[in-house]
């Protein structure tokens, strides 16, 4: 079957605009996770969704916001990007809690 | 919240030695320890995980350790070849999906 799947693989936005990413689960995972990955920082914690409701959220500003849909499709959008934002965004699909997490091949975003 | 604190952040052996790497986490309630490796421009793997009910857990030329008393867990990685060479995060979590990685150790293996 399909892996997670994120869109688009590579972004280059300039400072103030803002993003949006994409990030289709593996079919039958209800749950969709967040990170952001810079060097030296290893992966932290943007948010969770399942069946379109946020549970979990990391200490990350306003300006990160996500959403999922019916379809266990989800979405992170970031605001006013900031040349900091630069990093790559992995999406993460799991079936059942404390279980294998499966992730996407991220999207690189630079910000200039 | 969890923090996770991950040693060595680099480590490099001689191939056929082995590897350790180790993890301490914060949250007493975390219950489920995963691995994962990154392999130079591609996605994290899992490559092993343990539950807190469990001591040890192998598999092939890995192994993983928990010591629930002391909050710390290690990686363990017999006969290394060069294909281990890669980024190895830890990670823990309690009963969700939210997983609290550490920093990732950068491991080399010299041929």
């Known amino acids: 079957k399909a892996g997670v799947t994120q869109t688009p693989r590579y972004l280059i936005k300039t400072r103030g605009q803002q993003v949006t990413l994409s990030c289709s689960p593996i079919?039958?995972?209800?749950?969709v996770s967040w990170y952001q990955q810079t060097p030296g920082q290893g992966l932290q914690f943007l948010f969770e969704y399942f069946s379109e409701t946020q549970r979990n959220k990391g200490n990350f500003p306003g300006r990160f916001s996500g959403r999922q849909f019916s379809n266990s499709r989800s979405e992170m959008n970031v605001s006013t990007l900031e040349l900091g934002d630069s990093a790559l965004y992995l999406c993460?699909?799991?079936?059942?809690?404390?279980?294998?997490?499966?992730f996407g091949q991220g999207t690189r975003l630079t910000v200039v | 919240g969890e923090n996770v604190e991950q040693h060595p952040s680099t480590l490099s052996v001689q191939e056929g030695d082995s590897a350790v790497i180790k993890c301490t986490y914060s949250?007493?309630?975390?219950?489920?320890f995963p691995w994962y490796k990154q392999e130079l421009g591609k996605r994290p793997q899992l490559i092993i995980d343990?539950?807190?009910?469990?001591g040890e857990k192998k598999d092939q030329r890995i192994a993983v350790t928990l010591n629930k008393t002391a909050k710390h867990f290690s990686l363990h990685i017999t006969e290394t070849q060069p294909e281990d060479s890669a980024v190895y995060f830890c990670?823990?979590?309690?009963?969700?999906?939210?997983?609290?990685f550490g920093a990732g150790t950068t491991v080399t293996v010299r041929a």
């Open positions: 949250d007493s309630a975390s219950n489920y």
């Open positions: 343990i539950r807190s009910n469990v």
């Open positions: 990670a823990a979590s309690k009963n969700d999906y939210k997983l609290s």
């Open positions: 079919s039958g995972h209800r749950s």
């Open positions: 993460a699909s799991s079936r059942m809690p404390n279980t294998e997490a499966f």
